[in-house]
């Protein structure tokens, strides 16, 4: 069983910059989709940035030329380097892993991330004006 547990956030004021971390211990998947989940209050958890087994990211148009991610040479820790920050970007931050791909678009949409039951306790990221 794959755990996440998420780290890094914090407060910062407009265009700050934070890094999140993500250790998913008992990741040994071959292919698989590594995420950057957020969820605003009173808003659903959405996807903003992903990368694949073979390399290949991709990010959600808010967050696009802003956010980076990457991983380690290990490929069971996640981050997210988030440059430029805005209130907007205020949210608890999640990660997860899971052993599917995008078939050539976002894997952060996959239906498998709709249906996870579990999530780490994430990071709050607050951004303030």
């Known amino acids: 069983v794959v755990q996440e547990v998420e780290s890094g956030g914090g407060s910062v004021q407009a265009g700050g910059s934070l890094r999140l971390s993500c250790r998913a211990s008992?990741?040994?998947?071959?292919?698989?989709?590594m995420g950057w989940f957020r969820q605003a209050p009173g808003k659903e958890r959405e996807g903003i940035a992903d990368?694949?087994?073979?390399?290949?990211?991709s990010y959600a148009d808010s967050v696009k030329g802003r956010f980076t991610i990457s991983q380690d040479d290990a490929k069971n820790t996640l981050y997210l380097q988030m440059n430029d920050l805005k209130p907007e970007d205020t949210a608890m931050y999640y990660c997860?892993?899971?052993?599917?791909?995008?078939?050539?678009?976002?894997?952060?949409?996959?239906?498998?991330?709709?249906?996870?039951?579990?999530w780490g306790p994430g990071t709050q990221v607050t951004v303030s004006a």
């Open positions: 997860a892993v899971e052993p599917v791909s995008g078939g050539g678009g976002p894997c952060y949409t996959h239906p498998i991330f709709e249906i996870r039951s579990y």
């Open positions: 008992g990741h040994t998947y071959s292919t698989y989709c």
């Open positions: 990368i694949e087994g073979d390399g290949k990211t």
